[in-house]
């Protein structure tokens, strides 16, 4: 028997047009992300793949384009759990920094450290700055010293695979079509795990926004065919390039 899983990075928010680091900060998708998610749930029913139930970060452009995506494919009254595992990676000292100034300012081979590299974490937020998530109630469950002040892709590896096997892997077995609704680079770090994708490697692989990438999964969980299927793969591969150059002007 083989498992179906969806992955969906939320469509196009306010800040990705505006080109700022996100990370945590709770910003909404905008006019093309909605569309987005709408084009997302006729690529669902076109395709016949149909949630059963969605795992969703705590961010509202994740939560809202799943609430767009299931809408649109009748499939809006599916169990949904969410979770902060499944949230951006934290971005510390950079959200709300423009990343074009961010890469004047400290070069290409920095930026794209900060922004790609699997282990060099950008310079943590302080606990007070105004785009801090330390004090909000949603991540009152987590015991403060373990509260993220920056991250760097291993460290959302960390935090996301326990969740994978201990929620969304049991969903599978059972037989459930399962949406994952989340963030460029927490679903980098999925998919690093599923495609056994190298620490080098993976600074390569970039995630467009609002289009379902589709894994057929084995019984061990692992991809029958490696990288999955993008439902729209032209706009796929356009969007991917626009990720990539992200910072340029
Ligand atoms: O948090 C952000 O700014 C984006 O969602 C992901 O940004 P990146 O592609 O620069 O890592």
Not at 76 to 90: A, C, G, S
Not at 201 to 216: D, F, M, Q, S, V
């Amino acid at each position: 028997m083989t498992a179906k899983l969806i992955l969906l990075r939320h469509g196009e928010s306010e800040w990705n047009a505006k080109n700022l680091f996100t990370g945590w900060v709770d910003v909404d998708i905008n006019e093309k992300g909605i569309a987005e998610g709408k084009a997302a749930a006729g690529l669902l029913a076109k395709e016949g793949l149909l949630p059963d139930i969605l795992h969703t970060s705590l961010l509202r452009r994740a939560i809202h384009t799943a609430y767009l995506a299931l809408d649109g494919c009748d499939r809006h009254w599916i169990p949904v759990k969410r979770n902060w595992r499944l949230n951006e990676r934290h971005y510390g000292a950079l959200q709300g920094k423009d990343k074009a100034q961010t890469l004047e300012q400290y070069g290409e081979e920095q930026f794209m450290l900060w922004r790609r590299s699997y282990d060099t974490p950008p310079p943590a937020i302080d606990v007070d700055d105004e785009f801090s998530q330390h004090h909000d109630p949603r991540y009152a469950d987590i015991p403060e010293a373990d509260r993220p002040r920056t991250e760097c892709l291993k460290d959302v590896v960390a935090r996301l695979l326990p969740y994978w096997e201990a929620h969304i892997v049991p969903d599978l077995a059972e037989g459930k079509t399962v949406l994952i609704t989340a963030h460029g680079n927490s679903l980098r770090a999925l998919v690093k795990h599923l495609d056994g994708i190298s620490d080098d490697a993976i600074a390569g692989l970039n995630i467009p926004t609002g289009i379902p990438l589709y894994y057929e999964l084995d019984e061990d969980f692992k991809p029958v065919t490696p990288g999955g299927r993008y439902l729209d793969p032209e706009a796929a591969a356009a969007s991917i390039e626009a990720v990539k150059n992200q910072g340029k002007r």
